[in-house]
Structure formats: C-alpha cells, structure tokens
C-alpha cells in the first residue's frame, strides 16, 4: 500500500543557486546531492520537517527533452508555477529573519482569512506563501 509522499520537486534553472538559496537564506539542509552523468539528484529539507525532501529539479534528460525542458524554464522564470506554502509560528517575525538573510519578499504580512500571509520568490522565480500557524 500506499506509505505517503517523500519528494515534492521544483524546478529550478541553477542547481547550485538554488542549493545556496535553500541552504543559507531559508535554513533548510542538503538531504541528497547525487549525480548520474548530467543528470543531479538534490534535494533538501526544512529542519522541523525531516520527513520530506523538497527537490530542487533543472528540467532535462531523463526527464524532459530539451523542447519541453526550455519551455518548463519560461514558466518558472515566469512564476507560472503552483506556489509553494510554508507554514511559520510567526509571519511578520519570519519574514524578517528572512529579509535580513537576504530574502527579497515579494508581499509583506497581510491578515486574511483569519491568519498572516506573506510571499517571496527563490532565485528561479518558484513564489512562496508563508502562512502563519492558527492559534
């Protein structure tokens, strides 16, 4: 039977960008860093989450071929993707710890929906929401 989700990926155009990114501006850490020929196998996972690993994907063999590879590369860059949520204790207080590590955040702090959100976008152009815990 199923046992549940393990990897969720996002694409990336810089592997290595988007490993410093993850790394030393959000505090995730490296879970996997394999290489098969061209092909790279990273991903990281947030410090209180262990359980999951976000993958940080360029588009390309095996997966894609280069047509399909290019044009994943423009929809990122766009932010056309799905936005990615991260959940936080506090959203005004993360969102400065994030700014001064060098975070550009691309929505302060709004209350809606009876909780705080805010959004940022990593270097390939993925969007993030973080949303505060409810009480």
């Not at 694409?11 to 860093?33: I, N, P, S």
């Amino acid at each position: 039977m199923n046992a549940g989700i393990d990897v969720m990926g996002v694409y990336v155009h810089d592997q290595d960008e988007a490993l410093a990114f993850y790394v030393e501006r959000l505090g995730f850490k490296v879970h996997t860093d394999v290489r098969n020929g061209p092909f790279r196998w990273l991903t990281v996972q947030h410090p209180e989450q262990p359980e999951l690993q976000l993958g940080l994907f360029k588009p390309g063999p095996p997966m894609q071929d280069p047509a399909t590879a290019e044009a994943l590369q423009a929809l990122v860059a766009k932010g056309a993707m799905p936005p990615l949520v991260m959940r936080v204790r506090d959203c005004h207080a993360s969102c400065a710890a994030f700014r001064a590590a060098g975070v550009e955040i691309t929505q302060a702090p709004v209350e809606r929906f009876g909780s705080v959100d805010a959004g940022f976008r990593d270097p390939s152009g993925n969007g993030w929401k973080l949303i505060q815990i409810r009480a």
